[in-house]
């Protein structure tokens, strides 16, 4: 059934996201800070608004994907936002990557209004949102997650509702402290091979299909073997998440010294000015390697 | 062809090794500190003598595989050891997980006695030792390896050469660095899963399979959420590991804070007794979880 479905953020992943959402047949209504980076998803049909406070005018679902938590909180509770100009019965979903916090604060929110906001990041990233393989992770309102079903098939293909509000924030975070570690021990692994006079090459023969083997030992190590530093993750963004995680394990009074050095070590690698490169420049760190 | 191999070394991982060479239909001349842990070797036709020099007298290839460099430099250079008693053409291959100095001094001293000595570490744990898949990571002569390939082949299906004396314990260290950072992240992980009132299981449906993947979250994970802190990987023996790639990275003067952070977590683990669980037993520092 056609449905009337808004959409905010148009970056890398939002723009896969929003295409998947228009071929459904859905009316798609968008906004998004820089109107030039929907120009092709409105060529497609999607149908421009001028504010976050429009599109709860015209649409019944509501999709968010932006940078920071800091967007996502002018998005929802600025004067023009989403939360002060909700209609009953309404859906957001934030499919940012951002804190357990917001989530609640968000959904409490929404629920004032008669209205339900649920948090659905996601992971997979610019391949997994194109070809719609996306793991997604929800948080908030069961029934509703039920019901919203058939759109989140339409965007990803491993679905898992992790409880109340804040939990798919909290899932993905999970995601990302496994991740720190699992760069560290690659890019300390590499340097290692290279300063030992290995051929790097042929010890990712040797390792990448073991114990030691990972998604990003077979898929980023080769990259930085390759010099190729490009992003498929933004540092700046892996170390917004590491922030996010670090603050919420403290408040849950977890100690991470792992996360901790991960963060740090990133946080080096930013001032370095490798904020734009991809999370594999961490090697760049590892000296003359 | 037939060939006289000798062998020491009979753990979990040496067993099914020598057991290999024994079905390939070699004379399997044994010998092992614990005569008892060879015994089902013997029964299958093994033969027993009385010390690593008497191995040299009855044996063209030997392969060693014990616990820790002590014992490597005790077989090979003690009085009634390997060196001192070593034919001319014989070939030594130590599979010990080892330190790159001992192999680089073994095989000069192997080369004195005309002789030529491997070091070939392997991964892949006891089942890929019991299935004949191990990777086996190789360093020594090459001409050598390339003459003792089909003996490997009994034993591992991922065979590659890394270079002079020491390559292959270079490469098995990057293996082990690698994983040192998996197992933190992934013990984070699960950590923070617990604190935020997540259910790991659920949890690891949706993070398993994406770019936090790994052979450790997908083997290691399920064990500890099942409470099985039973050795496949003993953590004293990871730690023996870690020590070794400290040293030898501090050596070529490449700083590795993951790693080091990494053997001082583990430390703490088995100063609190617990050395002979398996490395996935770290998830037992992260507090209360």
């Known amino acids: 059934m056609k449905q009337n479905i808004g959409f905010i953020g148009t970056g890398v992943m939002g723009h896969s996201i929003a295409q998947h959402l228009l071929n459904a047949g859905?009316?798609?209504?968008?906004?998004?800070?820089?109107?030039?980076?929907?120009?092709?998803?409105?060529?497609?049909?999607?149908?421009?608004?001028?504010?976050?406070?429009a599109l709860t005018q015209t649409s019944d679902v509501i999709f968010t994907i932006v940078g920071f938590p800091q967007d996502v909180e002018s998005i929802y509770f600025n004067t023009n936002g989403l939360i002060p100009h909700l209609r009953p019965n309404m859906v957001l979903v934030d499919m940012t990557t951002s804190s357990p916090d917001l989530a609640r604060r968000i959904a409490a929110a929404a629920v004032e209004q008669q209205a339900i906001a649920l948090d659905a990041p996601v992971s997979g990233g610019d391949k997994?949102?194109?070809?719609?393989?996306?793991?997604?992770?929800?948080?908030?309102?069961?029934?509703?997650?039920?019901?919203?079903?058939?759109?989140?098939?339409?965007?990803?293909?491993?679905?898992?509702?992790?409880g109340p509000a804040g939990s798919g924030q909290h899932c993905k975070l999970c995601n990302q402290i496994a991740i720190t570690g699992t760069m560290i021990g690659l890019c300390e692994s590499l340097a290692y091979a290279r300063k030992s006079g290995l051929e790097p090459n042929h010890v990712l023969q040797?390792?990448?299909?073991?114990?030691?083997?990972?998604?990003?030992?077979?898929?980023?190590?080769?990259?930085?073997?390759?010099?190729?530093?490009?992003?498929?993750?933004?540092?700046?963004?892996?170390?917004?998440?590491?922030?996010?995680?670090a603050a919420s394990a403290t408040a849950l009074n977890l100690d991470t010294p792992g996360l901790?050095?991960?963060?740090?070590?990133?946080?080096?690698?930013?001032?370095?000015?490798?904020?734009?490169?991809?999370?594999?420049?961490?090697?760049k760190l590892y000296g003359d390697v």
Chains 1, 2 share one sequence.
């Not at 929907?38 to 149908?47: M, T």
């Not at 949102?129 to 019901?147: C, W, Y």
Request: with cysteine.
């Open 26 to 53: 859905h009316n798609l209504h968008l906004y998004t800070r820089t109107r030039q980076k929907a120009q092709s998803l409105l060529d497609s049909g999607a149908i421009w608004v001028d504010s976050p406070a």
């Open 128 to 162: 997994g949102a194109r070809e719609a393989t996306l793991s997604i992770m929800v948080g908030g309102d069961e029934p509703t997650f039920k019901r919203l079903l058939p759109l989140l098939r339409l965007l990803g293909c491993n679905i898992v509702y992790h």
């Open 206 to 245: 040797s390792i990448a299909s073991g114990a030691a083997g990972s998604w990003s030992l077979s898929n980023l190590a080769p990259r930085i073997l390759n010099n190729d530093f490009s992003p498929g993750f933004f540092v700046k963004h892996f170390i917004k998440d590491m922030e996010i995680a």
């Open 260 to 283: 901790k050095l991960a963060l740090e070590l990133y946080q080096q690698l930013a001032a370095a000015g490798y904020g734009d490169n991809g999370t594999q420049a961490l090697y």
